[in-house]
């Protein structure tokens, strides 16, 4: 019965527009959209009091200093005004951002609302500033720099020197940035080259300079023109290991060491690891006439970029223990 009750009223309701022409929903739906209108207009017109958030605008030398982290781009207060200018201060129509001076920025960590609040009520034109929300804004300054440095090739990736040298156009670059990142850079600044550079016909290439973050250089790029190094010569003294020789006996080597020529690159002479060189001598290759036998260089170190042996034949003398 209850369901049967909201039925009829229902009917007894929306029966009445049934079968209507066009002409009456037109009619059905300016009626709606003025009245909306018009309660628009009156909300608008009211005074409300409502937190929102105002934009910021910096001022600073941006000529001696920069920010070493984002400032803040708005802080959020408590306002009152009317619905237009709310409204306006939403969709950002027509908004002055609120200037905020900082004479020294690099003794300056943090802004305090009685700093903000002249600016804020200086930009907030038909808006009353009841109070900020925030108590503090935290800002990062430090001393714009600007170092000029040379330019070098970035190692392998494995630390090791790289087989060319390179001749860079321009030969320096100038960083413009923090003082603190600027001042940190190496020198000679090292340049990365791609992993598979395209060639040209002069062999050269250019190479993206890149930087830290904040950092600027005075120029995107730089033609880098290779050409191969020289080595140089390491030798050393290595004692011979034996190889499936058979057990039992006492074995003599004639010479005790053989002579072994690694080449490297300069700056690869210190970190190479002379350990690391393992000669070798088979018993399968063993001379029953003369008891010599071919030394074999079976490993050098990594950073070597070459290395043979100067030693031709080492004799192996036996003897029973």
């Given at each position: 019965m209850p369901l049967a009750r909201a039925s009829r009223l229902t009917h007894r309701i929306f029966g009445r527009f049934y079968g209507q022409q066009r002409t009456y929903w037109r009619a059905i739906a300016a009626c709606f959209?003025?009245?909306?209108?018009?309660?628009?207009?009156?909300?608008?017109?009211?005074?409300?009091?409502?937190?929102?958030?105002?934009?910021?605008?910096?001022?600073?030398?941006?000529?001696?200093?920069?920010?070493?982290?984002?400032?803040?781009?708005?802080?959020?207060?408590?306002?009152?005004?009317?619905?237009?200018?709310?409204?306006?201060?939403?969709?950002?129509?027509?908004v002055r951002p609120a200037e905020v001076w900082l004479p020294r920025p690099l003794s300056t960590r943090f802004v305090t609302s009685p700093a903000l609040q002249p600016g804020l009520q200086a930009a907030m034109e038909g808006l009353q500033l009841n109070y900020i929300l925030t108590d503090t804004v935290p800002v990062r300054f430090d001393r714009l720099v600007t170092r000029r440095l040379p330019l070098g090739l970035s190692p392998a990736a494995d630390g090791s020197a790289l087989p060319y040298a390179a001749r860079f156009v321009p030969a320096t670059v100038a960083f413009?940035?923090?003082?603190?990142?600027?001042?940190?850079?190496?020198?000679?600044?090292?340049?990365?080259?791609?992993?598979?550079?395209?060639?040209?016909?002069?062999?050269?290439?250019?190479?993206?300079?890149?930087?830290?973050?904040?950092?600027?250089?005075?120029?995107?790029?730089?033609?880098?023109?290779?050409?191969?190094?020289?080595?140089?010569?390491?030798?050393?003294?290595?004692v011979p290991e034996l190889r499936d020789f058979p057990p039992g006996r006492e074995y003599r080597l004639q010479p005790a060491t053989v002579r072994v020529n690694l080449q490297c690159f300069p700056e690869d002479t210190a970190r190479l690891d002379r350990q690391q060189v393992r000669v070798v001598l088979h018993y399968g290759q063993f001379g029953s006439s003369d008891s010599s036998v071919r030394p074999v260089l079976a490993r050098k170190p990594a950073l070597a970029r070459g290395g043979w042996l100067l030693t031709p034949t080492v004799r192996v003398l036996t003897g029973r223990q």
């Open positions: 959209l003025a009245a909306s209108t018009f309660w628009l207009l009156n909300a608008l017109n009211k005074v409300y009091t409502t937190p929102i958030t105002y934009p910021l605008q910096w001022r600073y030398d941006a000529t001696r200093y920069i920010p070493v982290a984002p400032l803040p781009r708005e802080v959020a207060v408590n306002v009152t005004g009317r619905g237009w200018k709310l409204l306006r201060r939403s969709l950002l129509l027509d413009r940035g923090p003082a603190g990142v600027v001042n940190a850079l190496a020198s000679p600044y090292p340049v990365h080259l791609p992993v598979a550079a395209p060639g040209s016909t002069n062999g050269s290439i250019n190479v993206p300079i890149g930087g830290p973050d904040l950092v600027g250089t005075d120029v995107q790029a730089v033609n880098v023109r290779l050409r191969p190094r020289p080595l140089i010569n390491v030798p050393m003294q290595v």
